[in-house]
T-cell receptor
Framework: GENVEQHPSTLSVQEGDSAVIKCTYSDSASNYFPWYKQELGKRPQLIIDIRSNVGEKKDQRIAVTLNKTAKHFSLHITETQPEDSAVYFCAAKGDDKIIFGKGTRLHILP | DTGVSQDPRHKITKRGQNVTFRCDPISEHNRLYWYRQTLGQGPEFLTYFQNEAQLEKSRLLSDRFSAERPKGSFSTLEIQRTEQGDSAMYLC???????????FGSGTRLTVV
């Protein structure tokens, strides 16, 4: 089955700087890669996703890239703000279910 | 219909007791998923339904766990003879293919004492 590895587990960046979270997946048949943001005590919220026929997607300050050959995908957050502090999960959809990474706790430092 | 609803939000139970959680998906969504999330970890897949059919169960779902979706609408997840290791957040999500993404409920936090 699918296995998703995510790193780093914790990331601290200065407000205004960029943050990058990287993930790898194992199942070459996976074709959908969502990213979720989870604030303390709340449900995971989908923030951006990418399908396997696209290499990059951008939505305001957030962008995702996908390298299918290497089975790597990444989340880039530019001009970070305090409200970006949260846990971020990458995920891959293999078969009919989404498999999540273990998460990255992002701290935005003032 | 404002989203995926889960009930109860919190449950404290004594070890050995049975518990049942309910999930009401977005009404037009025919797929319903159950995940378990422990502190500091990502959601782990437990099982999923398409309409009333349970299509896949994770190895994580021991024989103490059972899930149903009898009429293809709401779903229940029952845990029998609870153990302390069952303490976690139980998340429900729904989707409508071919839309790929899930909508999660707020979860049920189970504490086994």
């Amino acid at each position: 089955g699918e296995n998703v590895e995510q790193h780093p587990s914790t990331l601290s960046v200065q407000e205004g700087d960029s943050a990058v979270i990287k993930c790898t997946y194992s199942d070459s048949a996976s074709n959908y890669f969502p990213w979720y943001k989870q604030e303390l005590g709340k449900r995971p919220q989908l923030i951006i996703d990418i399908r396997s026929n696209v290499g990059e997607k951008k939505d305001q300050r957030i962008a995702v890239t996908l390298n299918k050959t290497a089975k790597h995908f990444s989340l880039h957050i530019t001009e970070t703000q305090p409200e970006d502090s949260a846990v971020y999960f990458c995920a891959a959809k293999g078969d009919d279910k989404i498999i999540f990474g273990k998460g990255t706790r992002l701290h935005i430092l003032p | 219909d404002t989203g995926v609803s889960q009930d109860p939000r919190h449950k404290i139970t004594k070890r050995g007791q049975n518990v049942t959680f309910r999930c009401d998906p977005i009404s037009e969504h025919n797929r319903l998923y159950w995940y378990r999330q422990t502190l500091g970890q990502g959601p782990e897949f437990l099982t999923y339904f398409q309409n009333e059919a349970q299509l896949e169960k994770s190895r994580l779902l021991s024989d103490r766990f059972s899930a149903e979706r009898p009429k293809g609408s709401f779903s229940t997840l029952e845990i029998q003879r609870t153990e302390q290791g069952d303490s976690a957040m139980y998340l429900c999500a729904s989707s409508l293919p071919p839309v790929y993404g899930y909508t999660f409920g707020s979860g049920t936090r189970l504490t086994v004492v």
